[in-house]
């Protein structure tokens, strides 16, 4: 018995070393040395993929995965790995497997990569640090750990823009983690700060801190805010769209945005619980936030004709469904915001990772330059469409469970005006996104051709370690939606994660 508390202590810490380890390894590495930092990173991540496994099944079987350090009265530092945690790490250890391969090949030949790739390391043993954490004061330290680790990243280029758009994410994501510090420090005061709980652990103090709670809630919501990119708090994200292309698929599928997100899950559900916040009455607001935010983001993104920025708009979008499905308070909703977590982010990746191939190929960066698309790069374009259409809620792909059950779960808590908004925002999806598909497969190709083409007359269409992992995570798109109904599922995991830790 004693040996198996061992195992179930150290796992959490193991899984995160397994990047933390690699990451400090890479940043010693020359440049030159080529082999050996692939090694490093493919490494990490084969044995994160492997302890990750072993948390899976142990949770499924009922195991608690817990460690435990001394830190702050009444606050110590706590890893628990439990089936909310393992959705987004999941998550987060699969995209880093094909972020990393994308990453090898985008950034072939140029400098710094050691720096790269040790700092992509820290991100990933950052988020997954947040997601195994097991109070707020544990999840504080990693969440301001993300922001050191993800901005040298954002400006890894080094040019003017870069700089800027670095220091403006700086601006935002210190000030929400000083926000987010002023909430945890105000409920540390009132309760203290124990351990996540399934259903919240304030319900039987409201009486006495109403008020405090109240404060406390916005002050915390305010501080995820920012990185979870709901407005007004949201701008960082399309500046940050100057960082290479796989930081910007890190930055909105892999890490930050759902740090975030994951952020508010944790505070409704397992801070202060669906019954405390209806009482204190912070759901409807926030509500009425993410449902602004939704369509906001939506009618922005249809002005971008950079394709990135309109992607980065269509990010702030889609990540409010998340706030949405969370601040509705129902069971079939939260099934929806949690699903949501991991198909935004396969769908999401998929279209960072064809951006990047349209603008590494051919130098496309603009929606004008996208005519005849589909006859140079197929299969890049086919891609492009899974997670296009995915993000519009087309049938069978991921987006398409997501927004069904956001939609039910609405009708489930009387509120049918949301499913209103929802509608209002996937006719906008699709009024930003069609046009895209339309110009890739039926516009017109440049009569000379495209001016820049790295990869004519080659093998692939590209290089492969571009293409690869676009069509691995476009094609995961269409299975989670498939198969959508088995217990393995995302879909799946999901309502499991629902019936142990929300439903009282």
């Known amino acids: 018995m004693s040996a198996l508390l061992t195992w179930t202590s150290a796992l959490p810490v193991l899984i995160i070393l397994s990047s933390l380890i690699p990451g400090l390894l890479i940043f010693a590495t020359p440049e030159h040395a080529r082999t050996r930092r692939t090694v490093l990173n493919l490494t990490g991540i084969v044995v994160k993929l492997i ?8 949770v499924s079987q009922g195991l608690e995965f817990r460690f435990e350090l001394n830190f702050l009265p009444l606050a110590p530092l706590v890893l628990h790995g439990d089936a909310l945690s393992l959705q987004f790490i999941t998550l987060s250890s699969i995209l880093w497997l094909a972020t990393t391969i994308y ?19 820290l991100c990933v043993s950052a988020t997954v640090g947040l997601a195994l954490a097991g ?13 050191l680790s993800t901005f040298p ?39 203290a700060t124990p351990d996540f709980v399934p259903g919240g652990y304030l319900l039987q103090h409201i009486d006495n801190y109403s008020l405090g709670f109240q404060v406390a809630f916005v002050l915390m919501i305010a501080g995820l805010g920012v990185k979870a990119a709901l407005i007004p708090l949201h701008s960082w994200l399309p500046q940050a769209m100057v960082a290479p292309a796989p930081v910007s698929a890190l930055l909105h599928a892999v890490a930050v945005v759902k740090a975030g997100a994951f952020g508010i899950i944790r505070v409704v559900y397992d801070v202060y619980g669906v019954e405390a916040s209806t009482l204190l009455s912070l759901t409807q607001p926030l509500l009425w936030l993410a449902a602004a935010t939704m369509i906001y983001a939506s009618v922005r993104a249809l002005q ?6 309109r992607l980065a708009f269509s990010t702030v979008s889609q990540v409010s469904y998340i706030t949405l499905g969370v601040a509705l ?19 999401k990746v998929t279209l960072f990772f064809c951006a990047g191939n349209f603008a590494e190929t ?11 698309l589909g006859k140079r790069m197929p299969w890049t374009m086919a891609a492009f469409s899974v997670g296009a259409l995915g993000m519009i809620g087309v049938p069978p792909i991921a987006g398409f469970i997501s927004k069904m059950y956001l939609g039910m779960g609405a009708l489930e808590v009387d509120q049918p005006w949301v499913v209103l908004v929802l509608a209002g925002s996937a006719l906008l999806n699709a009024a930003y996104f069609l046009p895209l598909l339309y110009r890739g497969w039926f516009g017109k190709p440049p009569a000379k051709g495209w ?40 879909l799946g995991w999901s309502e499991l994660i629902v019936s142990r830790e929300f439903v009282q």
């Open 304 to 309: 971008q004709q950079d394709i990135k920025r």
């Open 329 to 347: 308070a129902g069971p079939v909703a939260a099934v929806g915001a949690i699903v949501h977590l991991v198909h935004q982010g396969l769908m």
């Open 362 to 372: 051919l130098g496309i960066h603009k929606v004008q330059e996208m005519d005849g």
């Open 451 to 490: 001016k820049e083409d790295n990869f004519y007359g080659q093998r692939f269409e590209t290089h492969w370690m571009l293409l690869i992992p676009a069509l691995f995570t476009a094609v995961l798109s269409i299975l989670v939606g498939v198969f959508a109904g088995s217990i393995f599922s995302p």
């Open 103 to 121: 990453a090898i090949g985008y950034l072939e030949g140029s400098p710094l990569r050691s720096r790269f790739f040790g700092y992509f390391s």
């Open 135 to 147: 109070n707020l004061v544990t999840f504080l330290l990693f969440y301001e750990l993300l922001t």
């Open 153 to 191: 990243l954002v400006v890894h280029r080094g040019t003017p823009a870069a700089l800027r758009a670095g220091r403006v994410y700086l601006a935002y994501t210190l000030g929400g983690g000083a926000l987010l510090l002023m909430g945890i420090a105000l409920l540390h005061a009132l309760i």
């Open 51 to 58: 302890l990750v496994g072993l948390m899976l099944r142990g």
